[in-house]
Nanobody, 118 residues
Framework: QVQLVESGGGLVQAGGSLRLSCAAS????????MAWFRQAPGKGRDMIGE????????YYTNSVKGRFTISRDNAQNTVYLQMNSLKPEDTAVYYC???????????WGQGTQVTVSS
């Protein structure tokens, strides 16, 4: 079991930056693959990217490549999403999620709102 809590969302102007944090509690955080997702109103939940247990990011969606960076600190049980050059279309609720290697994403945070104004 792992519990996830996102923080760091808010309102930012286009072109600005935010860093989201996802703090995990529970056993064996380092055994989980972690990911960030986002969901805008009226749209499905899209994966932003995924990071392995050892900190290798294996996927970024094309719309954020070069702007967003996922990292993790296993010693602090935290995964981060650094967002630069934000655009209004990045406005969404952002979620972190966890899975083991052979499972789906069984654990989710509550989400944090990111709003990018033009």
């Amino acid at each position: 079991q792992v519990q996830l809590v996102e923080s760091g969302g808010g309102l930012v102007q286009a072109g600005g930056s935010l860093r989201l944090s996802c703090a995990a509690s529970g056993r064996a955080f380092s055994s989980y693959v972690m990911a960030w997702f986002r969901q805008a109103p009226g749209k499905g939940r899209d994966m932003i990217g995924e990071i392995t247990q050892s900190g290798v990011t294996t996927y970024y969606t094309n719309s954020v490549k070069g702007r967003f960076t996922i990292s993790r600190d296993n010693a602090q049980n935290t995964v981060y999403l650094q967002m630069n050059s934000l655009k209004p279309e990045d406005t969404a609720v952002y979620y972190c999620a966890a899975r083991r290697l052979t499972t789906g994403f069984d654990y989710w945070g509550q989400g944090t709102q990111v709003t990018v104004s033009s």
